[in-house]
C-alpha cells in the first residue's frame, strides 16, 4: 500500500448560513455540496457560492451528467439542477445510515458509514447490484481513472483511500492533517480531489498523488 500526507490545494468557506459540508459533487464547472436544506453550487475559480437549490441534503450527493443525486436520510432524490424539482425517489440501502454518493457507468454508488461498504446500486429502481465490504467507516465516495476512492472520518482521524473494487483492499491512502474530516468526496475528473468538512463548513481541495 502507498500512503502519503494530503497536499491540500485550496480551502473553501466556511459559507454563510452553512453550519455543516455533507456531500459534495462536480459537474465539470461547479462544485456542489449539501448543506441539510439546500445544494450549493461553488464556483471553484472564484470559491463564490452562485447557486443554491431548496433540497433536503443530508449525506451525499453526485452528478450523472444532467441530474444531480442527493441523498436525504433514507431516500436518494433525482434532482433538476436548474429548477431544484426532485425527478424521482428511490430507497437508499443503508437504511438512514448512507454517506457518500457518486456517478459512474450507469449506476450509483452509495457508501454506507458505519456498515462500512459501499454498494453499487441501480439509479432507477435502487436494487443493490453489488457490495464492497470496506475495512474503515465510509464517508464520500469518487471514481476517477478507472479507481474507487473513500473517505473515512472517525474520531479525529481521517483520509482518503484507493480500494481495490473487487476485495476493499487498501491500494493507496493519503492521509488528512488532524482534525481535519473528509464528509463528502468528488474528483475533479483528473488532479484534484473536492472534499467536504463536515462541521467547519469548508470544502477542500486536495492534490491527487500522481
Same mark, same amino acid.
Given at each position: 500500500?502507498?500512503?502519503?500526507?494530503?497536499? %491540500? *490545494?485550496?480551502?473553501?468557506?466556511?459559507?454563510?448560513?452553512?453550519?455543516?459540508?455533507?456531500?459534495?459533487?462536480?459537474?465539470?464547472?461547479? $462544485?456542489?455540496?449539501?448543506?441539510?436544506?439546500?445544494?450549493?453550487?461553488?464556483?471553484?475559480?472564484?470559491?463564490?457560492?452562485?447557486?443554491?437549490?431548496? $433540497?433536503? =441534503?443530508?449525506?451525499?450527493?453526485?452528478?450523472?451528467? &444532467?441530474?444531480?443525486? #442527493? %441523498?436525504?436520510?433514507?431516500?436518494?432524490?433525482?434532482?433538476?439542477?436548474?429548477?431544484? #424539482?426532485?425527478?424521482?425517489?428511490?430507497?437508499?440501502?443503508?437504511?438512514?445510515?448512507?454517506?457518500?454518493?457518486?456517478?459512474?457507468?450507469?449506476?450509483?454508488? $452509495?457508501?454506507?458509514?458505519?456498515? #462500512?461498504? %459501499?454498494?453499487?446500486?441501480?439509479?432507477?429502481?435502487?436494487?443493490?447490484?453489488?457490495?464492497?465490504?470496506?475495512?474503515?467507516?465510509?464517508?464520500?465516495?469518487?471514481?476517477?481513472?478507472?479507481?474507487?476512492?473513500?473517505?473515512?472520518?472517525?474520531?479525529?482521524?481521517? *483520509?482518503?483511500?484507493? %480500494?481495490?473494487?473487487?476485495?476493499? =483492499?487498501?491500494?493507496?491512502?493519503?492521509?488528512?492533517?488532524?482534525?481535519?474530516?473528509?464528509?463528502?468526496?468528488?474528483?475533479?475528473?483528473? *488532479?484534484?480531489?473536492?472534499?467536504?468538512?463536515?462541521?467547519?463548513?469548508?470544502? &477542500?481541495?486536495?492534490?491527487?498523488?500522481?
Amino acid at each position: 500500500m502507498k500512503s502519503s500526507l494530503a497536499q %491540500i *490545494d485550496r480551502e473553501y468557506g466556511p459559507f454563510a448560513d452553512t453550519e455543516q459540508v455533507h456531500g459534495v459533487t462536480f459537474d465539470g464547472r461547479n $462544485v456542489w455540496f449539501a448543506s441539510g436544506d439546500r445544494i450549493n453550487a461553488l464556483d471553484p475559480e472564484s470559491g463564490e457560492t452562485v447557486r443554491s437549490l431548496e $433540497v433536503a =441534503a443530508h449525506a451525499g450527493t453526485a452528478y450523472d451528467g &444532467r441530474h444531480l443525486f #442527493q %441523498i436525504a436520510e433514507d431516500r436518494i432524490h433525482k434532482v433538476d439542477p436548474t429548477s431544484g #424539482q426532485v425527478l424521482a425517489t428511490i430507497p437508499a440501502p443503508g437504511n438512514g445510515g448512507d454517506s457518500g454518493l457518486t456517478w459512474a457507468e450507469g449506476s450509483l454508488w $452509495v457508501g454506507e458509514y458505519r456498515g #462500512q461498504k %459501499i454498494h453499487q446500486i441501480d439509479p432507477e429502481t435502487g436494487t443493490v447490484l453489488r457490495t464492497i465490504q470496506c475495512s474503515r467507516v465510509v464517508t464520500g465516495v469518487t471514481w476517477v481513472d478507472g479507481e474507487l476512492w473513500h473517505g473515512t472520518w472517525d474520531g479525529d482521524e481521517s *483520509d482518503l483511500r484507493h %480500494i481495490d473494487p473487487e476485495t476493499g =483492499a487498501v491500494l493507496d491512502k493519503i492521509t488528512m492533517p488532524p482534525g481535519t474530516g473528509v464528509s463528502g468526496l468528488e474528483s475533479n475528473g483528473a *488532479d484534484l480531489f473536492y472534499c467536504g468538512g463536515g462541521k467547519s463548513g469548508k470544502v &477542500r481541495a486536495i492534490r491527487k498523488p500522481k
